[in-house]
């Protein structure tokens, strides 16, 4: 048993053993791709200081960058300067139409008006049409009888007048018989 747990702990040290030893080449090949990642990017950055072209392309680059830069911010403006066109348009539209509408409203008030004062005037219009009328009829009627009257009062003088003349005629006559009768009384 005793061997037995020997041999298990040295397979546990040969395990320990092995990993150890694969963690040190892993850090050794770790180490040795930083060593060279620095010479690399050493290497380029002395390539950019010493290489008059690719410094140009870095520069050109830069200037890209900020070209792009830049029309992106003009777009951006461009965008927000067409937004506020688009905006104060709707907004004049807007305005236009509601001034349209108020037009509209105020000529219809007016029409309404007009119609109402129109009616009106008819209505007055009729009112002494027919106020003219009654006046015509009434004189008509006060014609009327005024004919009558003057036809009852005509008659009345017309009798009145052959009355005084039957009475004159009587009168007359009985003058003139009296004139006989002293005539022939004095004859006898």
């Known amino acids: 048993t005793i061997s037995s747990i020997s041999s298990g702990i040295n397979a546990e040290y040969g395990v320990q053993e092995q990993q150890m030893a694969q963690e040190e080449e892993l850090a050794r090949e770790m180490a040795s791709l930083r060593t060279k990642e620095m010479q690399d990017s050493k290497l380029r950055q002395q390539i950019r200081e010493t290489s008059h072209e690719i410094r140009e392309l870095e520069a050109k680059l830069k200037a890209g960058y900020m070209n792009k830069e830049r029309a992106a911010q003009l777009a951006e403006k461009e965008a927000r300067r067409q937004e506020e066109i688009f905006y104060e348009e709707q907004l004049a539209k807007t305005l236009q139409d509601e001034w349209n509408r ?75 018989y009296i004139e006989e009768f002293k005539k022939a009384r004095e004859l006898w």
Do not use: N
């Open 102 to 176: 108020a037009q509209d409203l105020e000529k219809e008030q007016e029409r309404l008006k007009w119609e109402s004062s129109k009616m009106y005037q008819q209505q007055l219009e009729y009112q002494l049409a027919e106020q003219e009328e009654a006046k015509r009829k009434a004189y008509e009627d006060f014609l009327r009888e005024k004919l009558l009257i003057d036809e009852i009062v005509r008659k009345i003088f017309d009798e009145d007048l052959r009355e005084a003349e039957d009475r004159l005629t009587k009168q007359k006559q009985t003058q003139a």
